[in-house]
């Protein structure tokens, strides 16, 4: 009786794809440089296989902070109660304090800045498309229900958002507003039509 192929010959890999995702996750939250070899090694992949996976240790870092940044905007809309601007407001807001925050963020910026930054605000990328999305959700969500009224269109108004985090949080030290949460705060109200007062 001959056997049909149900994949690649030779040997499957000891790990998945996954597994190794989540080790470059956990190895940048602790704010530890990400090394594509140490975790190959780690999870007894060959290094081509990671290669496969990732083609290059920029897209896995992008994939890591990609998938982190999701999983972060949708724990922080879930976290934030009511509807309407003031409740997009304050999920935005959480968002800042978080990112401005994060340890991970904070050690990839501090070791490998250009890249860093290249990785998180490229539209090219994988980070800012992703997160853009991620914002346009729950923008979207409550055009939906009927609880806000953007004043342009969404993955605009959710693009407009992003870029402003980026330059107010890790991009802007040059003109004094890197890391400034509370003013990013007033310029995303005035985008959302809400009074901080």
């Given at each position: 009786?001959?056997?049909?192929?149900?994949?690649?010959?030779?040997?499957?890999?000891?790990?998945?794809?996954?597994?190794?995702?989540?080790?470059?996750?956990?190895?940048?939250?602790?704010?530890?440089?990400?090394?594509?070899?140490?975790?190959?090694?780690?999870?007894?992949?060959?290094?081509?296989?990671?290669?496969?996976?990732?083609?290059?240790?920029?897209?896995?870092?992008?994939?890591?902070?990609?998938?982190?940044?999701e999983?972060?905007?949708?724990?922080?809309?879930?976290?934030?109660?009511?509807?309407?601007?003031?409740?997009?407001?304050?999920?935005?807001?959480?968002?800042?304090?978080?990112?401005?925050?994060?340890?991970?963020?904070?050690?990839?910026?501090?070791?490998?800045?250009?890249?860093?930054?290249?990785?998180?605000?490229?539209?090219?990328?994988?980070?800012?498309?992703?997160?853009?999305?991620?914002?346009?959700?729950?923008?979207?969500?409550?055009?939906?229900?009927?609880?806000?009224?953007?004043?342009?269109?969404?993955?605009?108004?959710?693009?407009?958002?992003?870029?402003?985090g980026e330059?107010?949080?890790?991009?802007?030290?040059?003109?004094?507003?890197?890391?400034?949460?509370?003013?990013?705060?007033?310029v995303?109200?005035?985008?959302?039509?809400?009074?901080?007062?």
């Amino acid at each position: 009786m001959t056997q049909l192929a149900t994949g690649r010959p030779g040997r499957p890999a000891a790990s998945t794809r996954q597994a190794a995702l989540a080790l470059a996750q956990d190895r940048f939250l602790a704010g530890e440089r990400i090394d594509v070899q140490a975790i190959a090694r780690e999870l007894g992949l060959a290094r081509a296989t990671m290669h496969r996976w990732f083609q290059t240790r920029d897209a896995l870092l992008g994939e890591t902070i990609a998938a982190l940044a999701e999983r972060r905007v949708a724990a922080a809309r879930r976290a934030i109660p009511g509807s309407g601007a003031v409740a997009l407001l304050a999920t935005c807001d959480r968002i800042n304090r978080e990112f401005a925050g994060s340890h991970g963020l904070r050690a990839l910026l501090m070791q490998e800045h250009d890249r860093a930054l290249r990785i998180l605000t490229s539209s090219a990328g994988v980070v800012q498309p992703r997160l853009v999305s991620a914002v346009e959700g729950f923008i979207d969500a409550e055009i939906d229900a009927g609880t806000f009224a953007s004043p342009v269109a969404s993955g605009v108004l959710a693009y407009s958002i992003v870029r402003l985090g980026e330059a107010f949080i890790y991009n802007d030290a040059v003109v004094g507003i890197k890391g400034d949460v509370e003013r990013l705060l007033e310029v995303e109200a005035a985008l959302l039509g809400v009074s901080t007062l």
